[in-house]
């Protein structure tokens, strides 16, 4: 029986690793997915709205070369799949239903992409007609799959007549709701650029008080592609991003570093300027400009520290000390540590954290005793880079040295080199 469950457990490990290589090597997996229910599973894949990726593949069936800039002004849907995809295998009937639909429409057309290529094509064309693919079938030599970051079989994409992104799907959400989305682009007839109104700031001016403020704009438009903004103080830069986004408001927060802030307004810059950038699914593009002002606050002195409350708490361990401090700044405090000081030698340190202009820090298990005399050093910085470290003197009031944990821990080994011993002699009695 023991010599069967060892058989057993040897040959599923050997599966288990088996499994795990072959899926190594494809680098990609099937999705469970019941095509009748029309399970919508839209993964984090490429951004809709991204341009397509320009390729050259030989076509399995008619053995010609084709690119994929061949089929601009065409609505085309590329499925992702693989002979082993039992997934993709139940999407088949369904996907030539879509190709049978559109088979009287010009300006649409539907590929399959193998991704995975150590399978032959004698191979494919045999599983093509066994499924009756009767569209154009391709083995992923220009590995398309890994630029758009396919994970998993079957995805689907949908490009529209510019050759953008316009939809993915990671599985197979249903027949009816691809002709949707392949329909709405065959509609699609969207001739005027992206209408840009009320482009403005929520913060104004914005200082290294008040950095972190919102852009907004109300846009018009049938099919956004992509809004972006790029915000410029003096030599600072930074942008935003946002791939497809609905037509209405649309909203870009910034949180500025008051550092920057404060460095460029001491070289004498009073505005910053957002530019945006909106552009739709046929590739008409508006652009806008929106000047907010900066202002330069004085800074004249370094944080101002002051001593609240020192709390003992004794314990098992050690002395724990719960400290507050008041750290207040002619501009901003952009930070603070503690340090505990015994016998002139550092003690224990920590970076504070604080509400407000209270800053605290608690410090478990010191080694002090009662009557022990400590220095606490608080160091704060402001964002001018001013510094400065303040001192305070505090006599401990009760002390608790406790037992160091190496110190515990050593014992309960000791105990148990000497129980050891004493069992053995034990048992020989």
Known sequence: MIMRMKKVSFILLTLLVLSSVLFKITNIHSVSTNPETGNDLTPNLVNAGEEAIDWTMEEIMSDTSKTFSSFAGKVVLIDFFA????????????????????????????????????????????????YNMNWFIFRDTASISNYYEISAIPTLM???????????????????????????????????????????????????????????????????????????????????????????????????????????????????????????????????????????????????????????????????????VTITDDTMVLGATLEIWTNGKLNASQVMTNVGDTYNAKLYSLKVGPAEELVIKVNANDVSGKNITVEFNYTVTSGAAGFALPTIIALFVLSGIIAVPLQRLAKKK
């Open 83 to 130: 002979m082993w995809c039992g997934p993709c295998k139940a999407a088949m009937p369904y996907l030539r239903n879509i190709n049978d639909y559109y088979a009287a429409e010009p300006d649409f057309v539907m590929m399959s992409v193998d991704t995975d290529i150590s399978e032959q094509e004698a191979a494919i064309e045999t599983f093509a007609g066994t």
């Open 158 to 324: 949908i490009f529209n007549q510019y050759q953008y992104v316009y939809y993915v799907e990671e599985g197979f959400g249903g027949e009816e709701a691809l002709k949707g989305i392949i329909d709405e682009l065959l509609a699609m007839d969207d001739k005027t650029a992206p209408i840009l109104s009320n482009f403005e700031s929520d913060v104004e001016p914005i200082s290294i008080l008040d950095s972190t403020f919102t852009a907004s704009v109300d846009i018009t438009d049938d099919a956004l592609r992509f809004v972006e903004y790029e915000l410029t103080l003096g030599s600072y830069t930074e942008g935003r991003k946002f791939w497809s986004p609905d037509s209405g408001k649309n909203e870009c927060e910034f949180v500025l570093d008051p550092i920057v802030i404060w460095n460029e307004t001491q070289n004498s810059i009073t505005s910053a300027t957002i530019e945006i950038v909106v552009q739709d699914f046929r590739g008409n593009q508006t652009t806008d400009t929106l000047t907010v002002d900066v202002a330069k606050l004085p800074d004249t002195t370094p944080p101002v520290i002051t001593l609240d409350s020192v709390v003992e708490i004794d314990g098992d361990y050690g002395q724990t000390f719960d400290i507050n």
